[in-house]
């Protein structure tokens, strides 16, 4: 079957980062499964869905018109790649994230990525859910702190001012979100191996990943 690398991972430890590099270095596709939750609560946002009403959330699941041209993401025709980045969208993605019609919703549409020579998926529930029979499972650590820094580094370069308090605080509600919910919570899968990059550079942790699937 078609090979898939899963990076799991709370919010902020560099997956998406990684898992582009990892996927160019090997010429397969990526799966960003966080930007579809994202575009859900986008979606929620722009046509006035309470989060709160599961059923209606899943409609939005459901009914997504998105097309993924990398590194652009449009939605309804409209490149929505940095209006679903913002923090705002990130919290309420959070917060659909936890119902699970609207994972279920999402699941098949996940699955569609696995196309040849490979996929990179990464997420929360990429090797325990989505593809639970991927050869290759990671699950990347780091300390809250660094990852509030980054994360912060990350806004800025894009011109949005951050507060590295707010964020620490968001980041540390976000982790509680999902490591607490009933349905698909962040745990490592079963089989992954962990990789703390707090004190690694993004070259080391892709580095580290190419080993492991070069054996
Ligand atoms: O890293 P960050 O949390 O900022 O963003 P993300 O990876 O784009 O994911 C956005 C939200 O979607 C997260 O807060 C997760 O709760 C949720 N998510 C999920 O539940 N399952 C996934 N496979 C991916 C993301």
């Not at 859900?40 to 009403?53: E, H, M, N, P, Y």
Request: hydrophobic share 40%; charged share 25%; with cysteine.
């Amino acid at each position: 079957s078609i090979p898939v690398i899963t990076i799991d991972g709370p919010t902020a430890s560099g997956k998406g980062t990684i898992a582009s590099l990892v996927a160019q270095r090997l010429g397969w596709h990526t799966l960003d499964s966080g930007a579809l939750y994202r575009l859900t609560a986008l979606s929620c946002l722009r046509r006035g869905v309470d989060v709160q009403d599961e059923a209606q959330v899943q409609h939005a699941a459901q009914n997504l018109n998105v097309r993924f041209d990398y590194p652009h993401i449009y939605m309804d025709g409209d490149d929505v790649s940095d209006a679903i980045r913002q923090e705002e969208v990130g919290n309420l993605a959070s917060q659909v994230a936890a119902l699970p019609l609207v994972r279920e919703a999402l699941l098949q549409r996940q699955r569609d990525f696995r196309v040849a020579p490979g996929l990179v998926g990464d997420g929360r529930d990429m090797g325990t859910v989505v593809f639970p029979d991927a050869p290759l499972k990671i699950f990347l650590l780091a300390d809250a702190e660094v990852r509030a820094q980054r994360r912060c580094k990350q806004l800025s370069e894009k011109g949005i001012s951050a507060n590295l308090t707010s964020l620490l605080a968001d980041l540390r509600a976000r982790d509680e979100r999902d490591r607490s919910r009933t349905h698909a919570p962040l745990v490592p899968a079963q089989g992954a191996h962990i990789v703390d990059s707090s004190q690694l550079s993004i070259q080391e942790v892709v580095n580290k990943v190419l080993d492991l699937w070069s054996g």
